[in-house]
C-alpha cells in the first residue's frame, strides 16, 4: 500500500467534487465540499501530499493561490457564464429568488470585506483566514470569483460609461437615502433597489454579479485599478449597510476619486518555470515506463518461465493488445501491485482467449431476403465501355433473355482410366494413330505437294524452252530461277510429309504388333481392336519406272543445285585466290626488300615462314581451297537414301491400315484369372519386360456431344439476335443498317424500304437479308400478305372494338368527316346528330348520286346535248382549278389576319379638325367610306344589300291608244289619265288625247333578289325622281359567308322599271260619289340586271345605267316632243334609251377576295417575263388605278403573254353574207353574234380563284365566258375584217375591270361592249366605259399615262409616245411572239331540226312556269295570239328589233282588235333553262289577276353557226275590252 | 366506334434560353385511329415575351378522333423553334407527350430536348446559330434510334387539354 498514491487519488476526487458543484449550485451549494474537507484531514492522516498541498494553501498562498484559481477558472467558467441571464431573462419568481440569495451572500461578504478593510490596511489574502473561521468557502469563492471576474471583463467596455451614470445617481441616492435601517435589505428593497432605479433590467443583473465580483477584488486586492466606477458601484451597492452605519464608508466612496493611485499595484505575471514544474510532477505522479519488462522481474524469484504451448497444451489466442500498451501495464502492475499474481508462467499476463471469431455468428439474413423477393434481386454490373452497335433485329416478338441452348453429351470415350489395361492402354493408342492416319490421308498433303512438284517442273521445262520469243530473257531467267528455288522448297516438304505418313504407318504397325504379343502374353483379349493390313497390287513395272523416273529428275535436279553451288563457289574461290595472290606478291615483295636489309642476320631467315604473317596477323588471308565439284553417284546414292527411308519402295505393295472392333473379346470365364493388370494413373509403368520406356498416363478422354438452339412452342428457335460482331459491322456502314437510315418507321413502308434495299446493294442470297428480301418482293408483287413480325401494332385486330366495315358505315363519322373534307355538300352543314339512328340515308343521296354521276353527261337539264357537254366539261375545269389552288388559299399574309388601326399622325389629325369645322348638312353630300368586314362570324341576315334608287331618265311614255279603242270603253279609261286630268285647268273631259299636262307615264322601280322584291313608291313622268333606298336581304347559300362561298353567289340582282296603271273598275256610275273601285295594273318597261358578284367584287356601284328594254314596248313609245326637251338635246340625241341612275352596295362591306398571289409557270422566254413585271411595276408606280395586264393565265394554268390571243380570226361566213356591200353592217353583225355566246364570269365559276383566259376556238366550243373571250373574239373577227383595232382595259359600269374592244373607223373611234354586242362613240355620255388603263394590239401594249383615263377626254392616238407608253419599243422590239390562236375557226352549221325541236320545248316549259305561278287562277292560252306572235318574232331576228313596232302594233290590232294587249318580247343568247325562266318571271306578266285574263307566249330560236342560239321569247298578257 | 374529342391549347413555354419562340406541333395515332375532324398539325405563331420568361401560344388545337381500337394512343410531339433577329430560325426542344387518356381537362408538361452534336456544332451553334436537328421527325415519338443521340435539354412546353371520350364504356374500357 502506497499512501502517497492513495492522498492523489483522494484530493484528485476532492477537485472534481468541486468543480462538479461550484458551477451548477453556486455559491451556496458550497457546503457539501466544505463538509467533506472538514471530515478529510482526519481520515487522510498526516499524510506528505495533504500537508504539503495544505501548506500550500495557507502558508504559500501568494505563491500557490494563482495556478490553483487559474485551474479552477477554467474548469469553473462554464457554469456561472450560464447563470447571470437567468435573472435577465425574466422576472420569474426563480429568478428574483436567486438573485436575492445571491445578493444576501454578497452582501454579507461586503461586509466582513468592509470590516477587514478597516481592521487591515495591508490587503493580504492571510488576514483572510484570521478573520473567516472557515478557508473552505473561502475557497469556494476563489473558485466563483475569476469566471465573474471573466465575464465582467467581457461586458465592462460596453458598461463602464453607462455605469459611471448611474453611479454618481447613485451616490445622490445613497446620499438622500441615509435612514434605512442597519441590517439585510428586505426582498422588497433588494428588488426595488434592482428594478427601479436603472432603467435596462438586463444591464443591471448583469452588473450586480459584476460588482460583487469587483467587491472581492478589492478584498484581495486593495481594489484599485482602472475599473473605479463598476468596482465602486459595486461597493456601493453591497456595502449598503456599513455605508449607512459608517461614515468612513462615505468618505471612503466618495475619496474614492482622489485616491485611485494608492490601491495601484503594479506586479509581474505570475510564471512558473517548466522546469520547476516538471520536477514537481516527478515528485507527484508516476509514469509506468514503455519498455519492455524483463521476464525475471515477473515471475517469482529463480522460476525459469515455462511456455504450456511448447508442452502441447491448448493455449487460446490472446486478444491483440499493442506491445507498448502491453508494457505499460506491465511495468504498472509490477510497480503498483507486485503481490497480486497478474502473470503466468510464461511471464505475460494471464489473459482468457480472444473472445472475438472471425466470422460474424449471426445467421445470415440473405436467405429470408431472397425467399420473399427473387425478382427483386439486383445485379451489379461493372461500369463498361459505351459501344455503339445496332441491336435491332426485325420482327424480334420474344423478350430478349429467353434463350435455350441445348447440350447434347452423347458419349466419353476415355483414352485413358484407371480402370484401363495395359491392353486399353494400346488400344487407345492404336485408335488415335489410326484417327491421325485417317485424317492425314484425307488431306493427302503429300499428294497435293507432289503434283504442285510436277506442275513446277513443267514450267521450269517450258520456261527454258519458250515457244514464246517475244518474251524477255531476263525475266524468264529470273521466272526460272523462282521456279526452282520454289521446287527446292516443295520438294522438301513433300520428303517431309511423306517420311511423316511412312512413320505413322509404321507406328499403326508396331503398336498393332505389341497389342498382339500382348494379347498371347496375356492370354485374354479384352478390346474389340483389330487392324487389318489390307495390301493393295500394284503394277511392278510401272511402279519401277515411276520411281526410278523420280529418282534421276531428282538426282538431275540435285546435279544442277549442286553444279550452281559450285559455280557459285568457284567463283568466291576465284576471287579470294586473286585477292590472296595479290597479297602474296606484296608479302614477297617486302620480304625482299626485308631480306636486302637484313642480309645480316641470315638466321632470321629460317623462320621465314613464320614471321610471315608476323606484320598482319590477323590480315593475312588463308590460301582458298578450290570447291570439290559433287560426284554424281554421290547425289544418286543420298536420294536413293533418302528415297528408301521416306518413300513406299518401287513394287511393294500399298499398305491401308483398317482399324475395326471386329476382334472378339475373351468372355470372362475364358479368362487365365481375374486379376486384371491395371495401369494406374500417374504412376509410371512400361510396356517393356525391362522396364525401359516409361510412361505415365492421366486420365483422359474425349466427350462427343452435339449443341443446338432449342425451339420454342411455335416453332420459334430460341436463340439471341444475330451475332452482335455482324451487326456492328453493318450498322458501322450505316447505309447497310435499314433502321439508322430511313428511321423506324420506315420500316412499314414498303416502298421505302424496297429502295433503300435497291440503294444499299443489299445481297440477295445473304441470308442474313432473306426475310428482307422475302418481305420486299412479297410487298412489290402485290400480294396482300405481309409477314405477321414487320407490324408495329401486334394484335391490333385481336383489340379491336369493330371492324373496319362498321366504321366506316357509320353514318355520323361519314358525315363529319365529309364536313371536314369540306365537300360542297357538306360543307357548311351544322349540328352533326349525335346518333347514327338520328341521321337518316338520304343526306348522302345527292352526294353519292353526284359521285356516281361524275361522267354520265346529263341531257335532262340542258336539252341541248352539246351544252349538256360543255357544263361538264366545265364542271371538271372548275374542279380542277380549284382544286389546284385550294392550298394556295391557305396562305395567309400578316394584313389577312391582323386589321391594324392605324396610329394616327399629324396628317390625320388635321383631316379630323378639319372635319369639326365640316357643314352638318352639307348641300352636296357625299358617301364615305366604311370599314371592311371580313366574312368570318356573320350569319343569316347581317348582310343587306342597299339599292339606292335615285332617278331614271328617258322612261317611255305610254303612246295614247287608237281613239276608237279609248271612246269604244269609257270605263277603261285610266284612272291616273283622270286624275291627272282633272286637276289641270284646262284639261278636257277627254284628255287622252290632250299632249299637254298628261301623266304620260307614271313609273316605280322594283328590285327584286333572291326572290325578294322591294319597289319604290310611283313617281310621274317620264324623269322621275325617287331618291330611294331599299334593303333586301341577303342570305349565302348554304348559310356559308366565307369568302369562296360568297364570290360563287350567281344571283342577280334585277331591278325593274314598271308604269303603274290605275284603271277603274265601277261598274255603276252612280256609285262614284260614295267609293273608289281600281285596279292597279302595272306594265313592265324595262329591266337592270346586276350580278351580286359585280357588287361584291366593287363594293359599290354607283352610276346610271341604260335599262335594258325590248325592243318592242306595246303601247309606249319614246317621245321626242320639244316639250320635254330641254337642256339634254346633245346628250340624248345620241342615246337611245332610258336610264336610271343608282347605287348600289353591302352593309356591311365585306371584304372582296384576294387574287391569287401565287407565280404560275410559264413557257415563255424569261427575258419577256421580267420584262413585263418591270413593265407592270412601274406602271402601277404612276397610276396603281389603271389596269395593266401584259400576262394572263391560259385556261390550263400557264402564263401567257397577252398579245399572243390576238389573231385575225373568221367569223361565220354566213355572217360575212349576210351585208357583202356594208361593211359597217357586218361588222353589227359580227358583234351581236359575238354578243349571243353566253356570259359567264370566270370570277363566279372559279369561285374569285383567279381570271382565266380561253383561246377563241376553246370559248366557242365552251359556248361561254366573260368579258374578256368576248373582247377577244370580237377583236379577232374585226382583225379579220380589216379593222384597225384594239383590247381595251378598263373599268367599266357595272362590270367592274373588264375588256372593250376599240375600232378606228374612217374618222372616229368606236368603243364595243363585246358582251352586249352595242357600240358606242368615244364621246358618248353614257358608255358603260369609265375608265382605259391599256390598249393592246396584235403586237404591242400600249399602257395609258395620261392625265385622264376618260375615254371622253383622252386621245387614242397610241403613236404618241408621250400619251402611251408602250410595251415594245426601240429597247426590246417585238420579238415576233406566235399566237396561241388557231390557224382558222371552223364553224359547224347548227342543225336547224334541232334547234325547232329545243323551240317547242322552251315554249312548253315556260307555259308550264307560267301556269305554275299562278297557282290561284286559271290560265288561260290565247293560241290565236301565239301564233300571230311567232310569226312576228323572225322578223325581230332579222332586223334586230329596229323599225318594226309601228307594223307590228298595226298588225295586231288587227288581229286582236278587242283585246287590250300588253307584252313584249325578250332576247338573250341561249346558255340554259334556268336564265330564260327568270327572265319570263321577272317580267311579271304572270301577275295579273284579272278574272278574264288571256295570255299569250311564243319563243323562237334563230340558230347561228357553231351552235349558237338566239332566243326571243314573247309573252304576252290579253284582256279583252268589253 | 369510340370517339375522341381533344378540345385545348398549347399554352406557351418556359425554360428556353432562347426568347422568340414558336411551336410546331402535330399528333400521331395508330392506324385505328380516323380523324374526324381538326387539323392533325399545326405552327403557332412567334412570340417574344415582354415580360417574364414565359412565352404564350395559346394555340388551340380541335380534333375529333374516332377509333376502333386503343393501340396508337394520339401521341402529341412538338417541335419547339426560336427565330432570332434576322428571323433565322433554329431548333429549341423537341417534345412528345401522350393526349391524357382520362377525360377532363389535363394540365400537360411536356419537357423538351434537342441533340446536343459534337463540340464544333455547339460553338457553331452558339456563333452562328443552326445545329443539329432529326431527319426524321418520327424519332421524336418512336424512339427507336434514340439511344444513339447525345441530347441536352430544353424548356418545357406547357398544354391544356380537355378531353371528351365517347362509347369507349361500350367496349368495355372505363373511363
Known sequence: ?1522 | MAEVHVIGQILGATGFSESSLFCKWGIHTGAAWKLLSGLREGQTQVDTPQVGDMAYWSHPIDLHFATKGLQGWPRLHLQVWSQDSFGRCQLAGYGFCHVPSSPGTHQLDCPTWRPLGSWREQLARAFVGGGPQLLHGDTIYSGADRYRLHTTAGGTVHLQLGLLLRHFDRYGVEC
Open chain 1, 1 to 1522: 500500500m502506497n499512501p502517497k498514491e492513495e492522498k492523489m487519488k483522494i484530493i484528485t476526487e476532492e477537485f472534481l467534487e468541486n468543480e462538479e458543484d461550484a458551477p451548477v449550485e453556486g455559491l451556496k451549494s458550497s457546503k457539501l465540499p466544505r463538509q467533506k474537507r472538514k471530515k478529510q484531514p482526519p481520515t487522510g492522516g498526516p499524510g506528505e501530499m495533504v500537508s504539503g498541498k495544505a501548506q500550500d494553501d495557507i502558508q504559500e498562498e501568494p505563491v500557490k493561490q494563482e495556478p490553483e484559481t487559474q485551474l479552477l477558472s477554467m474548469k469553473a467558467g462554464r457554469g456561472p457564464r450560464n447563470l447571470p441571464p437567468i435573472p435577465a431573462s425574466s422576472r420569474t419568481s426563480f429568478a428574483e429568488f436567486s438573485m436575492r440569495e445571491r445578493m444576501r451572500e454578497k452582501l454579507q461578504a461586503a461586509r466582513s470585506k468592509a470590516e477587514s478593510a478597516l481592521l487591515q490596511e495591508i490587503p493580504t489574502p492571510r488576514p483572510r483566514r484570521l478573520r473567516s473561521p472557515s478557508e473552505k468557502e473561502l475557497e469556494t469563492e476563489f473558485g466563483v470569483e475569476p469566471s465573474k471576474e471573466a465575464l465582467r471583463t467581457q461586458q465592462e467596455d460596453g458598461s463602464q460609461s453607462y455605469s459611471r451614470v448611474k453611479h454618481h445617481e447613485f451616490i445622490r441616492k445613497i446620499k438622500t437615502k441615509p435612514l434605512v435601517p442597519p441590517g439585510f435589505p428586505s426582498a422588497e428593497d433588494a428588488y426595488n433597489f434592482f428594478t427601479f432605479n436603472f432603467d435596462p433590467d438586463p444591464e443591471e443583473s448583469e452588473e450586480k454579479p459584476k460588482a460583487t465580483a469587483a467587491d472581492k477584488d478589492t478584498q484581495e486586492e486593495e481594489a484599485g485599478e482602472e475599473e473605479e466606477p463598476p468596482m465602486q458601484e459595486g461597493v456601493n451597492k453591497t456595502d449598503e449597510e456599513e455605508l449607512l452605519s459608517g461614515k468612513d464608508a462615505e468618505e471612503f466612496l466618495v475619496g474614492l476619486d482622489q485616491t485611485a493611485a494608492d490601491f495601484v499595484d503594479v506586479r509581474p505575471a505570475d510564471y512558473e518555470s517548466v522546469h520547476v514544474r516538471m520536477q514537481r510532477e516527478k515528485e507527484i505522479l508516476f509514469i509506468p515506463s514503455r519498455f519492455t519488462v524483463p521476464t525475471y522481474k515477473k515471475l517469482p524469484e529463480n522460476v525459469q518461465p515455462r511456455f504450456p504451448e511448447d508442452e502441447g497444451l491448448y493455449i487460446g489466442e490472446r486478444p491483440e493488445v499493442s506491445r507498448t500498451n502491453q508494457n505499460i501495464v506491465e511495468n504498472r502492475l509490477l510497480t503498483q501491485e507486485p503481490e497480486r499474481g497478474w502473470f503466468g508462467d510464461d511471464g505475460r499476463i494471464l489473459a482468457l482467449p480472444n473472445p472475438i471469431k472471425p466470422f460474424p455468428s449471426r445467421p445470415p439474413i440473405l436467405k429470408q431476403e431472397q425467399a420473399v423477393h427473387v425478382e427483386l434481386e439486383m445485379l451489379y454490373k461493372k461500369a463498361v465501355n459505351y459501344v455503339t452497335c445496332s441491336q435491332h433485329m426485325i420482327g424480334a416478338g420474344e423478350a430478349p433473355g429467353i434463350f435455350q441452348l441445348d447440350i447434347d453429351i452423347s458419349g466419353l470415350i476415355f483414352t485413358h482410366h484407371p480402370c484401363f489395361s495395359r491392353e486399353h492402354v494400346l488400344a487407345s493408342k492404336l485408335a488415335q494413330l489410326y484417327d491421325q492416319y485417317l485424317a492425314r490421308r484425307q488431306r493427302n498433303k503429300a499428294k497435293f505437294l507432289n503434283d504442285k512438284l510436277q506442275a513446277l517442273r513443267n514450267a521450269v521445262q517450258t520456261g527454258l524452252h519458250p515457244e514464246q520469243p517475244h518474251r524477255s530473257l531476263d525475266t524468264t531467267q529470273k521466272a526460272i530461277h523462282e521456279y526452282k528455288a520454289e521446287i527446292r522448297q516443295t520438294r522438301k516438304l513433300r520428303d517431309a510429309e511423306q517420311e511423316k505418313d511412312r512413320t505413322l504407318l509404321k507406328t499403326i504397325i508396331k503398336v498393332w504388333k505389341e497389342m498382339k504379343s500382348l494379347r498371347e502374353f496375356q492370354r485374354f483379349t479384352n478390346t474389340p481392336l483389330k487392324l487389318v493390313l489390307r495390301k493393295e497390287k500394284v503394277d511392278q513395272k510401272a511402279d519401277d519406272d515411276a520411281y526410278e523416273a523420280e529418282i534421276q529428275v531428282e538426282v538431275s535436279e540435285l546435279l544442277e543445285e549442286h553444279l550452281e553451288d559450285y559455280e557459285q563457289k568457284m567463283e568466291e574461290y576465284r576471287m579470294a585466290y586473286q585477292h590472296w595472290k595479290a597479297w602474296r606478291k606484296a608479302q614477297r615483295a617486302k620480304k625482299k626488300k626485308k631480306k636486302q636489309a637484313v642480309v645480316e642476320h641470315p638466321d632470321e631467315e629460317s623462320e621465314e615462314p613464320c614471321p610471315e604473317a608476323e606484320p598482319c596477323p590477323g590480315e593475312e588471308p588463308v590460301k582458298p581451297v578450290p570447291p570439290e565439284l559433287t560426284e554424281q553417284a554421290v547425289i544418286e546414292q543420298q536420294v536413293r537414301e533418302r528415297a528408301a527411308q521416306c518413300r513406299r519402295r518401287s513394287g511393294e505393295p500399298v499398305l491401308v491400315p483398317e482399324l475395326s472392333l471386329a476382334g472378339s473379346i475373351t468372355p470372362n470365364d475364358q479368362c487365365p484369372s481375374i486379376v486384371f493388370l491395371l495401369v494406374f494413373v500417374g504412376v509410371p509403368f512400361s510396356f517393356e519386360a525391362d522396364g525401359s520406356n516409361q510412361l505415365i498416363l492421366m486420365t483422359s478422354g474425349k466427350v462427343s456431344n452435339s449443341v443446338a438452339w432449342a425451339v420454342g412452342e411455335h416453332g420459334v428457335p430460341l436463340s439471341p439476335p444475330l451475332s452482335q460482331q455482324i451487326i456492328g459491322f453493318r450498322s458501322a456502314l450505316k447505309r447497310a443498317d435499314a433502321i439508322s437510315s430511313i428511321g423506324t418507321s420506315g420500316l412499314t413502308d414498303m416502298k421505302k424500304l424496297a429502295k433503300w434495299a435497291a440503294e444499299s446493294k443489299l445481297d440477295p442470297n445473304d441470308p442474313n437479308n432473306s426475310p428482307l428480301m422475302q418481305l420486299i418482293s412479297v410487298a412489290t408483287s402485290g400480294e396482300a400478305y405481309v409477314p405477321d413480325f414487320f407490324r408495329l401494332e401486334q394484335l391490333q385486330q385481336e383489340f379491336n372494338f369493330v371492324s373496319d366495315e362498321e366504321l366506316n358505315r357509320s353514318k355520323r363519322f361519314r358525315l363529319l368527316h365529309l364536313r371536314n373534307q369540306e365537300v360542297p355538300e357538306f360543307r357548311n352543314y351544322k349540328q352533326i346528330p349525335v346518333y347514327d339512328r338520328e341521321i337518316q340515308e338520304k343526306v348522302f343521296q345527292d352526294y353519292e348520286k353526284r359521285l356516281r354521276d361524275r361522267n354520265v353527261i346529263e341531257t335532262k337539264d340542258h336539252i341541248d346535248a352539246h351544252r349538256a357537254v360543255v357544263a361538264k366539261y366545265l364542271q371538271q375545269v372548275r374542279e380542277s382549278v380549284i382544286n389546284r389552288f385550294q392550298i394556295a388559299k391557305h396562305h395567309f399574309l400578316l394584313s389577312d389576319l391582323i386589321i391594324e388601326e392605324e396610329v394616327p399622325n399629324i396628317s390625320i389629325l388635321g383631316l379630323s379638325l378639319f372635319k369639326l369645322a365640316e357643314q352638318k348638312r352639307p348641300l352636296r353630300p357625299r358617301r364615305k367610306g366604311r370599314k371592311k368586314v371580313t366574312a368570318q362570324n356573320l350569319s343569316d341576315g347581317d348582310i343587306k344589300l342597299l339599292v339606292n334608287i335615285i332617278r331614271a331618265y328617258d322612261i317611255p311614255v305610254r303612246k295614247p291608244t287608237a281613239s276608237k279603242f279609248h271612246q269604244q270603253s269609257r270605263s277603261s279609261r285610266t284612272f291616273s289619265e283622270k286624275c291627272a286630268a282633272s286637276p289641270a285647268p284646262h284639261s278636257p273631259t277627254h284628255g287622252v288625247d290632250y299632249p299637254l299636262g298628261q301623266v304620260l307615264v307614271r313609273p316605280f322601280v322594283e328590285v327584286s333578289f333572291q326572290r325578294t322584291i322591294c319597289h319604290t313608291t310611283t313617281a310621274e313622268g317620264p324623269n322621275p325622281s325617287w331618291n330611294e333606298e331599299l334593303e333586301l336581304p341577303f342570305r349565302a347559300p348554304n348559310g356559308d359567308y366565307s369568302m369562296t362561298s360568297l364570290q360563287s353567289v350567281k344571283d342577280d340582282v334585277f331591278i325593274h322599271v314598271f308604269d303603274e296603271i290605275l284603271y277603274d273598275v265601277l261598274e255603276d256610275d252612280r256609285e262614284r260619289q260614295s267609293g273608289i273601285h281600281t285596279r292597279i295594273e302595272r306594265h313592265w318597261l324595262g329591266c337592270v340586271k346586276i350580278p351580286f358578284s359585280t357588287i361584291y367584287f366593287q363594293a359599290r356601284i354607283d352610276g346610271t345605267f341604260k335599262i335594258d328594254m325590248p325592243p318592242v314596248l306595246l303601247g309606249y313609245s319614246k317621245e321626242r316632243n320639244t316639250m320635254i326637251e330641254r337642256g339634254f338635246d346633245s346628250a340624248r340625241s345620241l342615246s337611245e334609251g332610258s336610264y336610271i341612275t343608282l347605287f348600289i352596295t353591302i352593309e356591311p362591306q365585306l371584304a372582296p377576295g384576294e387574287t391569287i398571289r401565287e407565280k404560275f409557270d410559264s413557257q415563255e422566254d424569261e427575258k419577256l417575263l421580267q420584262a413585263t413585271e418591270k413593265f407592270q411595276a412601274e406602271c402601277a408606280l404612276k397610276f396603281p388605278n389603271r389596269r395593266c395586264l401584259p400576262t394572263v393565265i391560259d385556261i390550263s394554268g400557264k402564263t401567257v403573254f397577252i398579245t399572243r390571243y390576238l389573231k385575225s380570226l373568221n367569223p361565220p361566213q354566213e355572217l360575212l353574207d349576210v351585208y357583202p356591200n356594208s361593211p359597217q353592217a357586218t361588222a353589227e353583225l359580227v358583234a351581236c353574234y359575238v354578243s349571243l355566246i353566253p356570259f359567264l364570269p370566270d370570277a363566279v365559276s372559279f369561285a374569285g380563284v383567279c381570271d382565266l383566259w380561253s383561246t377563241s376556238d376553246q370559248f366557242l366550243d365552251l359556248l361561254a365566258g366573260d368579258e374578256e373571250e368576248h373582247a377577244v373574239l370580237l377583236c379577232n373577227y374585226f382583225l379579220f375584217l380589216g379593222k384597225k383595232v384594239w383590247l381595251m382595259m378598263g373599268n367599266a359600269i357595272p362590270e367592274g375591270p373588264t375588256v372593250y374592244v376599240l375600232t378606228w373607223e374612217q374618222n372616229h373611234y368606236l368603243i364595243w361592249n363585246p358582251s352586249s354586242g352595242h357600240f358606242y362613240a368615244q364621246y358618248d355620255t353614257f358608255c358603260p366605259l369609265k375608265s382605259v388603263g391599256c390598249l393592246i394590239g396584235p403586237d404591242n401594249i400600249w399602257f395609258n399615262i395620261q392625265r385622264y383615263d376618260s375615254p371622253l377626254r383622252m386621245n387614242f392616238d397610241v403613236t404618241k409616245p408621250k400619251l402611251w407608253k408602250s410595251f415594245f419599243s426601240r429597247n426590246l422590239p417585238y420579238p415576233g411572239l406566235s399566237s396561241v390562236q388557231p390557224e382558222e375557226l371552223i364553224y359547224q352549221r347548227t342543225d336547224k331540226a334541232a334547234a325547232a325541236e329545243l323551240q317547242d320545248r322552251i315554249e312548253k316549259i315556260l307555259k308550264e312556269k307560267i301556269m305554275e305561278w299562278r297557282p290561284r287562277h286559271l290560265t288561260r292560252w290565247n293560241r290565236y295570239c301565239t301564233s300571230t306572235l311567232r310569226h312576228f318574232l323572225p322578223v325581230l331576228e332579222r332586223s334586230q328589233g329596229d323599225d318594226v313596232e309601228d307594223s307590228h302594233r298595226a298588225e295586231l290590232l288587227k288581229q286582236l282588235g278587242d283585246y287590250r294587249f300588253s307584252g313584249f318580247p325578250l332576247h338573250m343568247p341561249y346558255s340554259e333553262m334556268k336564265p330564260l325562266i327568270e327572265a319570263v318571271y321577272s317580267t311579271g306578266v304572270h301577275n295579273i289577276d284579272v278574272p278574264n285574263v288571256e295570255f299569250a307566249l311564243a319563243v323562237y330560236i334563230h340558230p347561228y353557226p357553231k351552235n349558237v342560239l338566239s332566243v326571243w321569247i314573247y309573252v304576252a298578257s290579253l284582256i279583252r275590252n268589253r
